[in-house]
């Protein structure tokens, strides 16, 4: 469905995209991971045709996205990060609108309309203005618009950013329901327990370069033996953090709320220097356990970063 072969974009001095290669499966959910910055929203304006690669190709759906842009557009959908429906319109306008400008036919337009109201659970609001909408209801009606016309290939950037908990497991229902209807997925997210349950591969882009394309399971395989074993505490102090860092200096040690997670070595030793430690620190160790290997540690392994890079600026939710 989509090839890049050397794929890369550069403004100035800046290598946004730095010669990727990569190729995306008919009928998979195609995960594009990294923190900002990393190239991820420069990638997909290259692939919709929003931008001209400075060097290397791509073809998507089989069209050069140099050369034969608009025969591929017909078969893609587009749901950029901010909407880009209109307020004042009502839902079912906003799609009806949406089908005009793809050029569905005339007498198609409001039953594929009211079918898509039907699929995304909006019909009962298909009157209402969009800027009456939850936040939830407008990224729903985004996806829907971006389907009016039956395309092969969707785009997903940041789908769920900034929806509550309730609202972005609804769209995540919805994203697996199109998968299964054999619509190719191309997402973008900074959530990497989001990626973990939906994708069937992904690819980690860092600075941009890509670091590695692989299953999440593949991924977290990555991990190996080196199995966190994660500490709850009340309030765990600098003090015993630091007294387990040095009594354990070979091994990374990352608090993360009220828990300490230590990566590597035998837990039965490690166990030992947590005890030890809490004593000495004047805390008590509510739980101990071993953890399985998650996307995140996965991501940390990998790259060497951080999870929390990949929400900064973003205003969402861990």
């Known amino acids: 469905m989509i090839t890049a072969s050397g794929l890369t974009k550069r403004y100035g001095a800046l290598l946004a995209v730095d010669y990727i290669n990569f190729q995306v499966k008919k009928g998979e959910i195609f995960g594009f991971l990294g923190p900002n910055g990393a190239g991820k929203t420069t990638t997909i304006r290259m692939l919709t045709g929003l931008s001209k690669p400075t060097a290397g190709s791509a073809q998507v759906l089989g069209s050069d996205v140099n050369s034969e842009i608009a025969e591929a557009k ?22 009806i609108f949406m089908a005009q400008l793809y ?12 079918q898509l109201l039907k699929m995304f659970r909006l019909y009962e609001r298909r009157n209402d203005a969009f800027a009456t909408l939850s936040r939830g209801m407008k990224r729903a009606l985004t996806i829907a618009a971006a389907l009016v016309h039956s395309p092969r290939l969707l785009f997903l950037d940041e789908p769920t950013v900034g929806l509550d908990v309730v609202a972005a497991r609804s769209l995540r229902l919805l994203i697996t329901d199109l998968r299964q209807q054999g619509i190719t997925i191309f997402l973008t997210t900074h959530y990497l327990e989001e990626a973990d349950v939906l994708c069937d591969r992904i690819c980690i882009l860092v600075k941009g370069k890509i670091v590695t394309v692989d299953t999440p399971e593949a991924l977290k395989s ?11 505490l009340a309030t765990p102090p600098q003090k015993f953090v630091d007294e387990v860092s040095a009594k354990l200096p070979n091994l990374r040690v990352v608090t993360v709320n ?10 039965a030793e490690v166990l030992e220097v947590v005890l030890q430690s809490a004593k000495h620190a004047g805390v008590e160790v509510g739980a101990v356990t071993t953890v399985r290997p998650t996307l995140e540690d996965a991501f940390i392994k990998i790259t060497g970063l951080e999870p929390t890079v990949m929400v900064m600026e973003k205003g969402g939710r861990r």
């Open 103 to 114: 050029g569905v036919p005339r007498d198609q337009r409001k039953e594929r309309a009211e």
């Open 258 to 267: 009220n828990k300490v997670r230590i990566y590597g070595g035998r837990p």
């Open 222 to 232: 990555y991990v190996g033996s080196d199995l966190p074993v994660e500490i709850s």
């Open 74 to 95: 017909k078969q893609m959908g587009v749901v950029p990060e901010l909407s880009n429906l209109y307020d004042e319109l009502s839902a079912i306008d906003n799609l």
